[in-house]
């Protein structure tokens, strides 16, 4: 049984360095965005194709530390960055209803799932839709009229043939996102992120998430959370090292009540990231849950309650 050591091979707390990435995005959104209309009905300053971030591995795990990503809630039984990785356990195994995607341990969907924003779609109440992240993931449709499981294919592919430049997920199913005159969207949220660009390198594997859309105050550190544990998952379960987690988002915004926040997050302090640790007694993908997640050394700032959320 490999070690965690040997699949994430983190330094010690005292060797990493704070990490300004996040910053840095958020700073560029502000300073070089333009103030758009958004579908939710709030204006959102949008900075096209924002600067990358990119976060090798062994400088910890990219949870943000200047707002709380593991607060004790007390309507919940789990953390943001719990939530986070339970939801992408819930996408890889295709689930697609709220009521799934809360046995994995996700409970952020209800507002995007209502009755309204269901019927609207011609969906069951609760239902994302088959345009959802999970269809794609786990049940993509073929012209031969069956699902292709694109994770199963990558973990195999890369097992096989770890040198193509070809190992690559997408969530968007595209007659099931489009919208415009005779046309009916069938998923209530188009997916936002998930494009995946996996590279092996000398046995080291870099996991690049493309993301279309990106509510950069609130969405977007629960995002790196969750990508990044799959790039620990990938790599245990093919062999490799979990060595960098590239994210770049292509419409990356903040909502015009959200500047706020933003401006104390800037004059916080960051601190070193955190240790993530992973069970490596699983060997097959899908059988992962946030259970099988360990924080620790995670130096924080106090959460900030008062960022809103655009529905």
Not at 9 to 35: A, C, F, H, I
Not at 294 to 310: N, R
């Given at each position: 049984?490999?070690?965690?050591?040997?699949?994430?091979?983190?330094?010690?707390?005292?060797?990493?360095?704070?990490?300004?990435?996040?910053?840095?995005?958020?700073?560029?959104?502000?300073?070089?965005?333009?103030?758009?209309?958004s579908q939710q009905g709030v204006d959102a300053i949008t900075r096209m194709a924002s600067i990358p971030m990119r976060f090798k591995l062994e400088n910890g795990f990219p949870m943000i530390t200047e707002r709380n990503m593991a607060p004790q809630m007390s309507k919940l039984p789990v953390t943001i960055w719990e939530q986070a990785i339970g939801e992408i356990?819930?996408?890889?195994?295709?689930?697609?209803?709220?009521?799934?995607?809360?046995?994995?341990?996700?409970?952020?969907?209800?507002?995007?799932?209502?009755?309204?924003?269901?019927?609207?779609?011609?969906?069951?109440?609760?239902?994302?839709?088959?345009?959802?992240?999970?269809?794609?993931?786990?049940?993509?449709?073929?012209?031969?009229?069956?699902?292709?499981n694109q994770f199963q294919h990558i973990v195999e592919q890369i097992k096989e043939e770890p040198q193509l430049r070809t190992h690559f997920v997408s969530p968007w199913?595209?007659?099931?996102?489009?919208?415009?005159?005779?046309?009916?969207?069938?998923?209530?949220?188009?997916?936002?992120?998930?494009?995946?660009?996996?590279?092996i390198i000398n046995n080291n594997l870099t996991l690049h998430m493309m993301q279309r859309s990106g509510d950069t105050p609130i969405g977007v550190p629960s995002n790196m959370v969750q990508y990044a544990a799959l790039t620990m998952m990938l790599a245990h379960v093919t062999g490799t090292k979990a060595y960098e987690y590239v994210h770049t988002i292509s419409d990356a915004h903040i909502y015009v009540d959200q500047v706020p926040a933003v401006e104390k997050i800037l004059a916080r302090e960051s601190f070193p990231f955190p240790t993530m640790k992973i069970n490596t007694e699983k060997t097959n993908l899908?059988?992962?849950?946030?259970?099988?997640?360990?924080?620790?050394?995670?130096?924080?700032?106090?959460?900030?309650?008062?960022?809103?959320?655009?529905?």
């Open positions: 049984m490999p070690k965690f050591e040997d699949i994430v091979p983190m330094k010690p707390l005292s060797e990493r360095t704070p990490d300004d990435q996040y910053k840095n995005m958020l700073r560029d959104v502000l300073k070089n965005g333009e103030v758009a209309k356990c819930a996408f890889i195994n295709g689930v697609r209803t709220v009521e799934e995607l809360e046995k994995f341990g996700c409970y952020w969907w209800d507002a995007w799932c209502t009755e309204e924003k269901c019927s609207k779609r011609g969906l069951e109440t609760g239902d994302i839709g088959p345009g959802s992240y999970g269809a794609a993931f786990h049940d993509f449709p073929t012209a031969e009229g069956t699902n292709f199913i595209p007659q099931y996102t489009g919208r415009g005159k005779g046309k009916q969207q069938k998923v209530t949220v188009c997916p936002c992120h998930g494009w995946l660009n996996i590279r899908f059988d992962f849950r946030k259970e099988d997640f360990e924080l620790s050394d995670y130096q924080t700032h106090p959460g900030i309650k008062s960022i809103p959320v655009a529905i």
